[in-house]
């Protein structure tokens, strides 16, 4: 099972920007579509954003559309969010996942294949 760990998070004032990372163990990084979610306090864990093995396709949902980009280095097993015009809405842990399915808008996560999270503070 592939193992993740994602790094970038902290603190940041309104506006602002982070990039998130997301280190996979394995040789099968390549093969499988990846994604991102967050889980802010007291909410459920929704999806953020999502890419193909290729990374020609990608997916977000509506909230970051146009200020988060994902990304992926195959070479490097590494999955990236780049976050800009940070919102205060954006707090929370953010997750990386290695996907179950993933076509057009559609993504399924992988439940086994989760991080450990990132924690994303934006000030107002």
């Known amino acids: 099972q592939v193992q993740l760990v994602e790094s970038g998070g902290g603190l940041v004032q309104a506006g602002g920007s982070l990039r998130l990372s997301c280190a996979a163990s394995g040789r099968t990084f390549s093969s499988y579509a990846m994604g991102w979610f967050r889980q802010a306090p007291g909410k459920e864990r929704e999806f953020v954003a999502a890419?193909?093995?290729?990374?020609?396709?990608?997916y977000y949902v509506d909230s970051v559309k146009g200020r988060f980009t994902i990304h992926r280095d195959n070479a490097k097993n590494t999955v990236y969010l780049q976050m800009n015009s940070l919102k205060p809405e954006d707090t929370a842990v953010y997750y990386c996942?290695?996907?179950?399915?993933?076509?057009?808008?559609?993504?399924?996560?992988?439940?086994?294949?989760w991080g450990q999270g990132t924690q994303v503070t934006v000030s107002s």
């Open positions: 996942n290695q996907a179950a399915y993933y076509r057009g808008s559609t993504y399924r996560p992988n439940p086994r294949s």
């Open positions: 890419i193909s093995w290729s990374g020609d396709s990608t």
